[in-house]
């Protein structure tokens, strides 16, 4: 078997796959409806998992995902990673604790029962929080003819202190509700609860800003519950709204921005691929409205609208997927601030020195089963989804997180 570096597989990936479906460019047809109610999902065991010579997994943890263990010889031991039901995007997310009896090496071979390929480049952790990437000589995925590597081997050390490794650099629920509570330390940021998903979970958006709701701005992240870059770009953003600023204090005094941080809490915590607790990819349930967590938004929406009569002037849906990439509305269609993102992602990125956006706007004129199309359609909200690189660099994240609210301010203060 033929290894190479993980870094040549991850590029040359990123042209072939992306985190939405190439259905929803049929856009220009008539409204592509999604069958949406709920589909049966396989309960993943939580548990222990003894793999001999006194070594330990366990995916006893909110957002671990780990779904079998095999001993193949001393130092190989097989772990299988399985989605939560098929067909499914292949967003193989991953997260399992290590331990041993005695110091030893060992490899584990990452494998995933024929439904997906090794996607995320693993990270490791010792106290289960902070995450950084493993040591690149340490992991290895072999050639494929097809460029989907369905295995991939990590070098493991183990020893009595627990060792963590998971497919991005936060895992679960936790982490968020963290987040939400800093931000809701500042007095012109207030929590709104909307409902609770299938496993009871809260489901929460921060309004942040004193005004009055005639002009309103809806944000979004994490309908898909690996999707960690796209949860910290729109973190960046965030924290840049919510800053002590002239330009921030400005644009709350004149508008109300509303943020779901986490769209899918039962998604994340269970370490689904993709869907939440009723199977549903819940980016596609943006018509029907079958799942808890997109019927809550949508009807928080448009009660706001019909309270206040006023409207949502812009919205944004935040992603992961190969590379970065902003989907946006078709350019000849007019919404509630036309010109609004185009003029927002091309001066945010004109900052980055030798970055030039890739912009997709849409083709087609029609409603389709998305938020981002939810956004436009219903509301007249000028939309975009971001979809950040699963290895875009952190530091770089945040910058165009901060870049799009500045920009998004100057334009909306001026106004
Ligand atoms: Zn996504």
Known sequence: ??????????LALGTLFSCKSTSQWE???PIQIIETVDKPIQIQAKQVFVAGN???FSNEFNGARLNQVERINDTLIQITILPENEPINPSPWYAFKIWSEIPQDFWIQFSYGGIGFHRYFPKSSLDGINFTNVDSIDFFQPE???????????????????LWVAAQDKVGTDHVKVWKNKILEND?????????????????????GNADDRDMLMVISMQHPPELTGFLAMQAFIEKICEDSPAARKF???YNLYVMPQMNPDGVANGHWRHNLGGIDLNRDWINFNQSETKALSEFMEKKVEESKGEFIFAADFHSTWEDIFYTNNEELEGNFPGLIPKVIKKSSKRIPDYIPNIRPN?????????????????????????VGDNTPREVIHMKGEYLAEELMKILNRK
């Open 188 to 208: 012109f940021v207030e929590l709104i609860s909307i409902g609770k998903s299938k496993e009871g979970r809260p489901l929460e958006i921060l309004k942040i």
């Open 1 to 10: 078997m033929k290894f190479i570096k993980p870094t040549f597989i991850i």
């Open 144 to 162: 494929s003819d097809d460029r989907r590597p369905e295995m991939a081997f990590l070098k493991i050390e183990s020893s009595k202190d627990t």
């Open 27 to 29: 856009g220009q047809g």
């Open 54 to 56: 006194g070594v330990f």
């Open 363 to 387: 083709e087609g004129k029609e409603r389709s089963v998305t938020s981002n199309s939810y956004f436009f359609f219903v509301h007249r909200a000028e939309s975009m989804t971001f979809e």
């Open 252 to 254: 709350r005094s004149k």
